[in-house]
């Protein structure tokens, strides 16, 4: 038995052939001998994207036929509507999609084409979808725009783009609360890393706070900032950074030499970060954002086993938060202050008895920074103190600031027990992954972001970092489909009471 659509098949893809054809014989002609490898290049990929979409064109129409045809021996011709079509933006240019209506009284109509084809709801296809993704979070929407351009000819517009980055970052919480982390040995470390940075908002992004302060500032100048006097438009985003690490136990003076390296003692390295999985947010609270850390955390040691390091740069209250989702889950996690940002404070109190190029303010610095890694905080404290007692009091303002810092957070610089135990003492996968993810995209010149966009970029950069890409988009296409099925569907069920 012959199928019923076998006289059409044979016609379907003629267009196609037609323009392949004339593709080859462009090709085939002398002219196209005066041609160099770029012309040649330029020629292919644009009359190979004109042969694409026409080829996906024609398979459209081909199942259209089909579907008409099936469609009209189930169902009667009051339930069938033909002729209805919508316009799909795709990478290889935009199409039609032609399909038949099932109407049904008191309901909308439903579109078995749109299901059988997984469509979108809105006019822009999922591969489109996320090309947009990955080229708006590389760069500016505008340079994003440009490429998808150059590469799919005029399918898109920015504002389009910045919207299918918002509606993608949708289902980032959901993927990583379904994945189980690999599985790692006892002995690793599992380092969680904390830190904030600043992100340029429009006015109605920013916090009440910083809204209220931005409204009531008063410029001293017209044309420049005063020293020390701040915009008011920034928004903290909250970033958090999660990696395991083998232990590698160390000496202080392999992190710091008063007399520089000879060559002659090996110095030992500290420990390497894997697995490193990072997240942030404009919008979420730092409570949330830490919480989604431990939530990660957990996930690599279920019941606890591992040493559990969490580095901070002494924030009290991102420390207080920490504690308390260490406490709500019953797990010993163990908090060290960035060397790195102690160090600058140790800075600051060695120019207070120090001129600008002295070369023994590096050696007071290095000195009081080998005190510290020894565990003899207090002696470091009171050599500020007494150096401090030396000054004026109008020369003493980094020396306090010093020994409060120091002071107020003593409990968290016992570097002599991490050094021994192998932990790392510095905050560099946290600070690398904020200029990562903030500093390279969402302070380019120039930008003010508004809350959902900007959102949308850190969680899709962090995305990225993670090598998630991929699999992420896999289920939030499956999650969009779920939805879009569940709104369709939706007015065919009737609630009672």
């Keep these: 038995m012959e199928p019923y659509d076998a006289a059409v098949r044979a016609d379907e893809f003629a267009t196609s052939r037609n323009l392949f054809d004339l593709l080859i014989a462009e090709l085939a002609a002398p002219a196209a001998d005066e041609l160099t490898h770029a012309g040649l290049e330029e020629l292919c990929e644009r009359r190979g994207r004109a042969v694409l979409r026409q080829l996906l064109q024609d398979h459209l129409d ?246 559990w390091v969490v580095l901070v740069d002494g924030d009290l209250h991102q420390i207080a938060l920490v504690r308390e989702q260490a406490a709500r889950r019953g797990v010993a996690v163990h908090i060290v202050c960035d060397l790195i940002h102690v160090i600058e404070y140790c800075w600051r109190g060695a120019r207070c008895l120090h001129t600008a190029d002295d070369p023994a303010a590096e050696q007071r610095v290095a000195a009081w920074a080998l005190g510290l890694l020894a565990g003899n905080t207090g002696q470091v404290i009171d050599d500020m103190k007494t150096q401090a007692a030396t000054l004026p009091a109008d020369r003493r303002d980094g020396l306090t600031a010093a020994i409060r810092y120091l002071s107020g957070h003593r409990e968290f610089l016992c570097y002599d027990h991490a050094l021994e135990q192998g932990w790392p003492i510095a905050t560099g996968v946290i600070e690398g992954t904020a200029r990562h993810l903030v500093g390279d995209r969402l302070e380019i010149t120039g930008a003010r972001w508004g809350l959902a966009g900007a959102d949308a970029v850190l969680k899709l950069r962090a995305i990225i970092s993670n090598g998630d890409l991929d699999a992420y988009f896999a289920y939030h296409l499956d999650r969009e489909q779920y939805r879009l099925r569940q709104a369709r569907h939706q007015d065919r069920y009737a609630l009672t009471t």
């Design 62 to 307: 081909l199942r259209a036929l089909r579907e008409e045809a099936r469609l009209s021996a189930d169902h009667p011709a009051g339930r069938l509507e033909r002729g209805h079509h919508r316009l799909l933006a795709t990478v290889v240019g935009t199409v039609t999609v032609r399909r038949c209506a099932i109407r049904t009284p008191g309901a909308r109509n439903r579109y078995l084409a749109d299901e059988q084809l997984a469509l979108p709801a809105g006019r822009h296809s999922h591969g489109l979808a996320k090309l947009a993704v990955v080229e708006a979070v590389r760069g500016s929407f505008d340079a994003a725009h440009a490429a998808i351009t150059d590469r799919c000819g005029p399918v898109i517009g920015k504002r389009q783009i910045a919207d299918l980055v918002v509606t993608a970052a949708a289902d980032v919480e959901a993927f990583y609360a379904a994945r189980t982390p690999t599985p790692r040995t006892a002995e690793e470390l599992l380092v969680l890393g904390l830190d904030g940075k600043g992100v340029v908002m429009r006015p109605e992004g920013l916090r009440p706070a910083s809204r209220k302060a931005a409204a009531a500032h008063r410029r001293r100048f017209r044309t420049r900032l005063a020293s020390g006097e701040k915009p008011h438009r920034k928004r903290m985003a909250t970033l958090a950074a999660v990696h395991d690490a083998v232990p590698a136990p160390r000496r202080p003076h392999d992190v710091i030499s008063l007399t520089g390296r000879s060559g002659e003692r090996p110095v030992r390295k500290g420990p390497t970060a894997s697995g490193k999985w990072v997240y942030g947010s404009v919008i979420e609270p730092a409570c949330t954002v830490i919480a989604r850390a431990f939530d990660q955390a957990q996930a690599r040691d279920p019941v606890h086993t591992r040493p």
